[in-house]
Structures are given as C-alpha cells and as structure tokens.
C-alpha cells in the first residue's frame, strides 16, 4: 500500500488544512514501532499550523521526574499540561503516574514534554484501569530516544 494523500485538519477556528507528503525514513525502520509513524507535513502549509516544533531530549528521563503530558483530548479545543511523574524509562519506554487522572481518549500522538520544555516522549496508551468516569491515572509514551529510530 503506498499513501496518496492525507489531509490533517487542526481544531483551530476556522480549521487549518496540511497536506500530508509522505512518511518519514524507510518503511522498513516502520517494524521497530507498531504503534506510530511520522508524517511529511509540506513545507507550504508548515507556517500555517498552530504548532511549533520541539527540541527532542536524548537522554532517558529518570524514575520520579515530573514530564508533561501537552494536549486537548478529544473534545477539547485548547491545549492543556498535565503533570506527571515517572515511574518507569528505560529509554524504549516511559510510564509515568499523572498528578490528576483524566481522560485520554484523543491523547494518542500527543507529545509529552519535560521541565525544560523538550519532546521526551509521544504517549501511546495507558496500562491503567480507568476510573468510573473513564479517567485513566498513568500513561505509557515510546520514549523520543525509541522514535529517532524512525527518521535514520
């Protein structure tokens, strides 16, 4: 299968269209992570997004760290930080115990950040139970240093 085109539409008002190139390195490295790919934005409509890019951190974070999981889930529409710490990283992955639980539906593909604002990780799921309310208390991201791999 080859991708012909994929548009990202941003939950900006009015909504901002990127137009997806291509992935990117090889399909082959794509095996190494299941959960993830990263897309081409073009450059043309780069400037146009309300985004910015993130220095990535590539050492692996501590146990007990406090990282930032930084989203608007679903059905939100501004972004928020949520505090957490980390209980697990070993450079493949990071678990990490939110200060408050919340509802991650939407979260997938967000960045989690540490304290100096770096992209140390990109959450994919959560091994947690969640809550009668559907809040999950811990995440678990593939660690920046495991999604490099991606781009060589």
Do not use: M
């Not at 990263?38 to 409509?45: E, N, Q, R, T, Y």
């Not at 529409?77 to 990490?96: F, M, N, R, W, Y």
Request: proline share 7%.
């Amino acid at each position: 299968a080859e991708l012909k085109k994929w548009e990202l539409i941003s939950r900006t008002v009015p909504p901002k269209i990127a137009h997806i190139r291509g992935l990117h390195g090889s399909p082959l490295t794509y095996g190494v992570l299941d959960d993830l790919i990263l897309l081409k934005v073009d450059p043309a409509d780069t400037a146009k997004l309300p985004s910015e890019a993130l220095a990535p951190r590539l050492s692996v974070v501590k146990k007990d760290e406090t990282v930032y999981l930084v989203g608007a889930g679903v059905g939100g529409s501004t972004q928020e930080a949520h505090p957490a710490k980390v209980t697990i990283a070993d450079g493949l992955i990071i678990d990490a115990k939110l200060e408050k639980p919340i509802d991650l539906t939407g979260f997938s593909g967000s960045p989690i950040v540490d304290s100096n604002g770096c992209l140390v990780g990109i959450l994919t799921s959560s091994n947690a139970t969640p809550d009668r309310q559907g809040n999950f208390a811990s995440f678990i991201a593939e660690s920046v240093i495991q999604v490099r791999t991606l781009v060589r």
